[in-house]
């Protein structure tokens, strides 16, 4: 089975998730390659939240033997926003599609009976992206540094570091990292050398409905 004939997708907003999630999703129990050497789910990510789009939406619903799609997003500065943006561009494909998101995240079945969902990072409710999400795998052990890496991101901000307002969580946990052994590792490979706790209580939500959505 060619890549893109895998009826189940996810469409991402950048690298970094394309990278996490699959790391995530295996550290969770779950195989993410199959016996014949495709992925359980089609990651593509689409380099940007405005690039999904009612088309893309549409489109991907419309291909070929598609069963399941799925849509993860960064809050970034107000959830609420963020989700009636995507509820309009889902609109005119998927007319059945909720006011509110569910705290839980989305899974409905459209019209024509394909599973769709979608999960706003970091946990559907509060502001903020795949980053945030991320902190909530620091461990225990970790938790004063972390306390003190924030605090060193935003002092770097106050001094005239020219990362947006918007980046402060980056600029935290990458601090975070860079403090680790060893130093500056990517954070798809923080997962996967267990520097964070991918089997934190706190991430087990988006696993759960990660899990729903795709039947696995």
Not at 15 to 33: A, M, S, Y
Not at 42 to 63: K, V
Not at 93 to 119: C, H, M, Q
Not at 158 to 176: E, H, R
Request: net charge negative; aromatic share 10%; hydrophobic share 40%.
């Amino acid at each position: 089975m060619a890549k893109s004939d895998n009826p189940k997708k996810l469409l991402v907003e950048g690298k970094d998730d394309l990278r996490v999630i699959p790391e995530l999703i295996e550290k969770n129990g779950i195989t993410w390659v199959d016996n014949k050497k495709q992925p359980i789910v089609l990651i593509e990510e689409c380099e940007g939240y405005e690039n999904i789009t009612s088309d893309l939406i549409y489109t991907e619903l419309q291909t070929g033997r598609r069963t399941h799609l799925g849509l993860v997003v960064d809050a970034d500065d107000d959830p609420s926003v963020r989700w009636q943006s995507i509820r309009n561009a889902c609109l005119p494909s998927i007319t059945n599609i909720p006011e509110e998101i569910p705290a839980t995240g989305l899974i409905i079945n459209t019209p024509d009976g394909k599973r769709f969902g979608v999960w706003i990072m970091p946990d559907n409710i509060i502001q903020g992206m795949l980053e945030t999400f991320l902190s909530y795998m620091i461990p225990q052990q970790g938790e004063s540094l972390w306390k003190y890496a924030q605090e060193v991101a935003l002092e770097a901000k106050n001094q005239g570091a020219v990362f947006k307002d918007s980046y402060i969580y980056k600029a935290q946990i990458y601090t975070w990292l860079a403090w680790q052994d060893e130093p500056g590792r990517q954070i798809h490979q923080a997962i996967k050398y267990n520097i964070l706790n991918p089997q934190d209580a706190k991430v087990q939500g988006f696993i759960t409905w990660f899990k729903n959505l795709y039947d696995l």
